[in-house]
């Protein structure tokens, strides 16, 4: 099964590489743009034959490493429910 | 007293560290591998700075959740003394040894300078000695300290912030805020106040042909802490 999990900064922590972004699109006469906000997303493949419920384990992944709540919200999603090979 | 540095994968200030504990602080000193579990029966813990795991995922987050690290959770929690500075205090705050995160400088350029901080509350174990505006060298990309406004509340009820950036003449100034740390916030205790955070590296800072030693107050409290409370 894949997954993926997004982590994104929460609303009202300064987003400083977001604002970066938004200038740079700005500079280059973009200048419809009025706020970025930059997130990053991790794909997982894992196997799931003994989970009965992959989202929560996805949700696990994101609470135990790969999101700090003090700072950072997550959404989980599943991709394919086979391997994809 | 005696010292152990921990040593992770990535951390560069280690050698610093260990030079400062064994040679100016006169520490029995060991040095002990993010892998392995014990301590060996320390008096102060050292987190030394660096990019442990390249700052991967967050700065600290990994070397958080390696084993040497439970070892320095139990420890925090039987009142042992934690000294983490740069990435030191990122993994103490990733470790929940510390509330609050270090965000990306507001700049978002690395910034290798000196500071000056301003020692908030003089009761602390590292503090006690301090009545001077104290000259230090920061070196970090990740040291916007941020935290939940009821967080802040609390550390400062609780007398936990224990340095802020300010001018050389002791006063709060965004200008040398260098970072954009909320309220100006360079280092915090944990509610013990046996832990310290800081982003400011003492140990840089602890011989004055280094261009100040400052640094060096910080640790000579705990010293007089430890002996006379």
Redesign the interface.
């Known amino acids: 099964m894949k997954g993926r999990i997004y982590v994104f900064l929460k609303e009202e ?2 987003d ?2 977001g604002k ?1 972004i938004e200038g740079a699109l700005s500079s280059l006469g973009f200048k419809e743009v009025k706020k970025v906000r930059a997130c990053k997303y991790f794909d997982i493949e894992f196997d799931d034959k003994d989970l009965s419920n992959p989202e929560k384990r996805l949700e696990e992944y994101a609470k ?3 999101a ?1 709540e ?2 950072e919200n997550f959404k989980v999603e599943i991709l394919t429910k086979q391997d994809s090979k | 007293m005696r010292a152990t540095v921990v040593e992770f994968l990535g951390s560069n200030c280690d050698h610093d560290m260990i030079y400062f504990s064994k040679e100016v602080l006169k520490f029995k000193t060991e040095v002990v591998w993010y892998s392995e579990r014990d301590l060996k029966n320390p008096d102060v813990v050292f987190l030394p700075g660096g990019f442990s795991y390249g700052d991967y995922l967050r700065p600290g987050a990994m070397a958080s959740r390696t084993p040497i690290m439970e070892s320095v959770i139990d420890f925090a929690k039987k009142g042992g003394f934690i000294l983490g500075v740069c990435n030191g205090f990122q993994i103490l705050c990733e470790s929940e040894l510390l509330p609050g995160a270090l965000l990306r400088n507001k700049s978002l350029t690395f910034i290798c300078d000196y500071v000056y901080l301003k020692a908030e509350n003089c009761d602390s174990p590292y503090t006690k000695k301090i009545n001077k505006i104290l000259k230090i060298p920061i070196a970090h990309g990740d040291g916007n300290y941020f935290c939940k406004k009821e967080t802040l509340k609390e550390l400062k009820d609780e007398g936990r912030i224990a340095f802020k950036y300010v001018s050389p003449e002791g006063n709060i100034d965004e200008k040398w805020n260098f970072n954009g740390s909320l309220e100006s916030t360079a280092g915090i205790l944990s509610k013990n106040k046996r832990v310290l955070g800081m982003m400011p590296h003492p140990e840089r800072a602890c011989e004055k042909i280094l261009g100040s030693d400052d640094g060096k107050l910080i640790i000579e409290s705990l010293i007089s802490f430890a002996e006379n409370g």
């Open positions: 922590v300064l400083p590489q970066a135990k490493l790969l700090n003090v700072i």
